[in-house]
């Protein structure tokens, strides 16, 4: 091995890390070197089969061929163009390849650089489009408890995670939330989506009933909840949900910055479920997790409300710097090849029912509690330790990754989410080396 792949930093104190316990990481740092298709390398030679698609994104597995070189074209072609009054031949290429595979009424693309600036970029189209058509009044957002919708304050504010929202004021106001969906007591152990649950969609008809329709601009939900532990909607939920907006004339915003890209067994979740939104986010997948991009799809009546006005004229006042970055969009074309030419937008159905039997094989485990899954995402949810919320799963994590397997938890809840190339094999090695792990009763 070479001394660079056999190297740690020397000093790790500068660096203060996101979502991470700082002081017991740097005691004892891990550190990945390497990744190629299903595994990382670590400092020291290691491998460890990613259980969880990096952070939800890998979707194609590592350093994939297509990618890497589009990348490496682009970067010697042109490494920048501003996106502002200019743009280049990719960034309107890649649009039309997305919506070539996105819901029938998705019909144009607005660039970001993360799931989280795609929340804010959506948050701010649904308000505007409510101006521009005469609704001014329409300025309430509603979202969900439990929700995550990114860190920046418009994703925090109509997101639901306690932890990522009470450090920091009062946040946007004019938000409310729905209820969370997940009723262990009614739907434990589910394979797929829970019989129980559909009619807490109606609590949306209960805060319309509080403010009045007339104040409310868009509602928006994970179609799948990911991060906060993997709630799968219940049946009936998501129709409901599209009903109810329907009905008041409010817009429906789909987060699928986890489900997008195949995670379903399909391209987008919208058509796993046949609900369709009004506007729908997505990131990670987009480029494979290679290089930060993100992208909001919006109907022909959004953008069209928009196109109004002196010609000359900016229609949206809203963009990044980065919008439509040439070299991210050559990574996202590449990984849109690779989803092509290997069937990965539609793999996860075909290998779904292998994971779901492996997965809820784990069920006679030490303080496993639920198990739940869907497409080629599952959750293992654990018992806390009395006066140690969270411990459990942590050390489940740090013994996991000692024995060479990825996992993500959140609370006392392990989420799986691994790259869409994962075989039968690894499935089996995957729970193999799960079990082993939960069985040391942590």
């Known amino acids: 091995m070479s001394n660079r792949l056999n190297s740690t930093p020397n000093d790790l104190r500068a660096f203060w890390m996101p979502f991470t316990a700082n002081r017991q990481y740097k005691k004892e740092p891990r550190l990945f070197v390497g990744a190629k298709d299903m ?18 994104c890998v979707n194609a597995g590592h350093c994939r061929p297509l990618i890497t070189e589009a990348i490496r074209e682009q970067a010697g072609e042109l490494d920048y163009a501003p996106a502002f009054q200019l743009g280049h031949p990719k960034a309107f290429e890649l649009a039309n390849r997305l919506i070539d595979i996105a ?38 957002l509603i979202g969900r408890e439990r929700g995550y919708h990114g860190v920046n304050f ?92 329907t009905k008041h ?22 058509q796993y479920f046949d609900v369709k939104p009004d506007i729908m986010v997505t990131a990670k997948g987009l480029t494979n997790g290679v290089i930060p991009m993100g992208a909001v799809f919006v109907t022909a009546e959004i953008h069209d409300a928009f196109m109004a006005g002196p010609e000359h004229m ?38 779904a029912p292998y994971w779901e039997e492996k997965l809820h094989s784990l069920r006679d485990c030490p303080n496993v509690i639920d198990i739940r899954n869907l497409g080629l995402i599952g959750a293992i949810e654990l018992k806390p330790i009395d006066g140690e919320p969270t411990k459990r799963a942590f050390n489940a994590f740090l ?36 079990r082993k792990v939960l069985e040391k009763n942590i």
């Open 399 to 434: 013994n996991a990754y000692a024995d060479g397997l990825l996992i993500r938890t959140t609370g006392d809840i392990i989420a799986l989410s691994p790259p869409l190339i994962i075989t039968r094999e690894q499935i089996d090695e995957l729970f193999d080396k799960l």
């Open 249 to 270: 004339g409010i817009l429906l915003i789909f987060d699928e910055v986890i489900t997008g890209f195949g995670r379903l067994g399909t391209p987008f979740a919208s």
């Open 39 to 56: 595994h990382y390398t670590t400092h020291d030679g290691r491998q460890v089969l990613d259980g969880t698609a990096g952070l939800w």
């Open 154 to 245: 418009g994703g925090i504010s109509v997101g639901g995670i306690v932890s990522n929202r009470k450090m920091f004021g009062t946040l946007l106001t004019g938000v409310d939330h729905m209820p969370h969906t997940h009723q262990p007591a009614k739907n434990a152990f589910t394979k797929g989506m829970p019989e129980h649950g559909g009619d807490l969609a109606d609590e949306l008809e209960r805060i319309v009933t509080l403010h009045d329709a007339s104040t409310i601009a868009a509602v928006i939900v994970e179609p799948v909840a990911g991060s906060t532990g993997v709630l799968i909607p219940p049946k009936g939920y998501l129709q409901r949900l599209r009903e109810l907006c």
């Open 103 to 140: 819901p029938d009424n998705m019909a144009h693309v607005l660039y970001t650089n993360s799931g989280s600036e795609s929340v804010e970029t959506a948050l701010k189209v649904a308000l505007a489009y409510q101006r521009v058509k005469g609704q001014g009044s329409r300025t309430r």
């Open 314 to 351: 900016i229609e949206f006042f809203h963009g990044y710097t980065y919008s439509g970055n040439p070299i991210a969009s050559a990574a996202a074309l590449g990984t849109l090849d690779t989803y092509r030419d290997e069937g990965l937008l539609t793999r996860a159905a075909e290998i």
